[in-house]
């Protein structure tokens, strides 16, 4: 007898509701809010900044999209090499993971681009911005692909050496294709605190997005606008790789 209990998931029509409702929830919040500050919001002052502006959103793109790649490589040799039999490659691997999982990230910034990157002649701010997002995100997704790792079953290797695969045919024809299924929800999640975090880069003069609004905010002295056009604009980057995450794991998770 099958003892399962269905779920019926809610209509559309009921979905559609709450997401009205928590629209209008949210919009006289805000209006109440700026009610209560007297405040008279007037946006159309950024009009004279949009180029700056678009300026530094691609920068963002560009600097998110080039540390996710590097941090990937970051993490996937970091997780080899934890799992190294040399002593040494593991040690440095796994204490490298403590001190980046163990430190503020605006820390690590002051510290690389200031300290490490002045010794080691590192002038391109933008080039320093990128290494440091990667190996402050490189540390998280290694973890995530440990886990990832973790999570498949043992006896896929004993099965795999039992029908004669080779450790590459393996690692390339079992083993890496249900670790990516696994860990791309998380990684996908990780790419939007990339991009979050890339606004901490504003602290060494990158003219990236947060930096532009600081700038324009020197001029124009419209903090609550620039702020929040900031706020959307970020938000504007990270929800469809939300979306892109929540899907993902939706996906990944009927298939197994």
């Known amino acids: 007898m099958d003892n399962k209990i269905s779920i019926k998931p809610p209509s559309l029509v009921y979905r559609l509701g709450n997401i009205i409702l928590l629209i ?15 405040l008279h919001l007037d946006f159309s002052i950024l009009l004279e900044y949009t180029t700056r502006f678009r300026h530094g959103f691609l920068m963002t793109v560009v600097i998110s999209f080039f540390s996710l790649i590097f ?27 403590q001190i980046i999982r163990g430190t503020p990230l605006l820390v690590q910034i002051f510290f690389f681009y200031y300290i490490v990157g002045t010794a080691w002649g590192i002038e391109n701010r933008y080039i320093a911005g990128i290494l440091i997002l990667s190996l402050f995100e490189g540390a998280y997704i290694s973890e995530i692909i440990r886990g990832g790792l973790l999570s498949l079953d043992k006896q896929q290797y004993e099965i795999a050496q039992a029908i004669g695969l080779s450790k590459k045919q393996t690692l390339s024809l079992v083993i890496i294709p249900q670790l990516i299924i696994r860990i791309m929800p998380a990684l996908a999640g990780q790419f939007a605190s990339i991009i979050k975090d890339s606004s901490l880069l504003s602290v060494v003069a990158i003219i990236e997005l947060t930096q532009t609004t600081q700038e324009i905010s020197s001029i124009n002295y419209a903090l609550f606008e620039n702020y929040l056009f900031l706020g959307l604009l970020y938000f504007i980057l ?6 892109l995450s929540q899907y993902l794991e939706k996906k990944f998770s009927y298939a197994h």
């Open 24 to 38: 209008m929830v949210l919009f006289i919040f805000s209006w109440l809010t700026i009610h209560k500050l007297e």
């Open 71 to 97: 941090s990937m490589i970051v993490g996937s040799f970091t997780v080899i090499g934890v799992r190294s039999k040399i002593l040494f490659i593991s040690y440095f691997c796994r204490v490298y993971i």
């Open 238 to 243: 990270t929800f469809p790789v939300i979306l």
